[in-house]
């Protein structure tokens, strides 16, 4: 089992609220990613970072943030959340850029009603 | 722009028998990795074998190996002695210079008892 951890593991929220996706790893990894996931079980990679203080967009736009105060800590926010954005979302961690070897958290799944 | 594709959106194997699923992918790189993940129903994803391509030697690992052709930018992957757990969505990925491995749209596998 990776030690990389997603809270909460489901959400159900009306819309508009707020809401921020708990990711945290405990291998020291410095890159780190969120992808969604659609119905049809396609991933998309919407952020990403190589480290503290550093976030990149990825290939899906997205209308989330995130940030990266702490190696450890990865968390993605939806600042008024919309039925859009029901998805299951996958966060993840390498130890290294180049190698891509993923470590995958067990997955958000947000449903906005 | 690197491409994977999985052909096969599902399919089925019997129990103890084996079953390939067909992954190619379009680069015009000449150092990379490839890899295929395994997520079950609700489960973490997680990485199944992993090939970098200056290796001609197919990977293996235990009940899965693969069959990596790089003239032909092919990469299956083969489970032997199908159970039960291998039951998931397989996904087959590229990591190239760009850093973010970029994901097929996955094989459903059923096990049928």
């Known amino acids: 089992e990776a030690d990389i951890y997603q809270t909460p593991r489901y959400l159900v929220i009306g819309t508009g609220k707020k809401i921020t996706l708990e990711c945290s790893q405990t291998m020291g990894h410095d890159k780190m990613y969120w992808y969604q996931q659609d119905p049809g079980m396609e991933l998309h990679l919407i952020h990403y970072?190589?480290?503290?203080?550093?976030?990149e967009k990825g290939d899906l736009s997205s209308e989330s943030t995130v940030s990266r105060i702490r190696t450890e800590h990865f968390p993605l926010t939806l600042e008024s959340a919309r039925p859009s954005h029901t998805s299951q979302y996958l966060c993840?961690?390498?130890?290294?850029?180049?190698?891509?070897?993923?470590?995958f958290g067990s997955g958000t799944q947000l449903s906005v009603l | 722009a690197q491409t994977v594709t999985q052909s096969q959106p599902e399919m089925s194997v019997q129990e103890a028998e084996t079953v390939t699923l067909s992954c190619t992918y379009d680069t015009s790189e000449s150092d990379y990795y490839l890899f295929w993940y395994k997520q079950p129903p609700s489960r973490q994803m997680i990485l199944v074998i992993r090939q970098e391509a200056y290796k001609q030697q197919n990977a293996t690992e235990n009940r899965f190996s693969v069959n990596f052709q790089k003239a032909a930018k092919s990469f299956s992957l083969k489970i032997s002695d199908s159970q039960l757990g291998d039951a998931a969505m397989y996904f087959c990925a590229y990591g190239g210079s760009q850093g973010n491995l970029i994901f097929g749209k996955g094989t459903k596998l059923s096990v049928k008892p």
């Open positions: 970072s190589y480290g503290v203080n550093s976030t």
């Open positions: 993840a961690s390498s130890e290294r850029v180049g190698d891509e070897k993923l470590f």
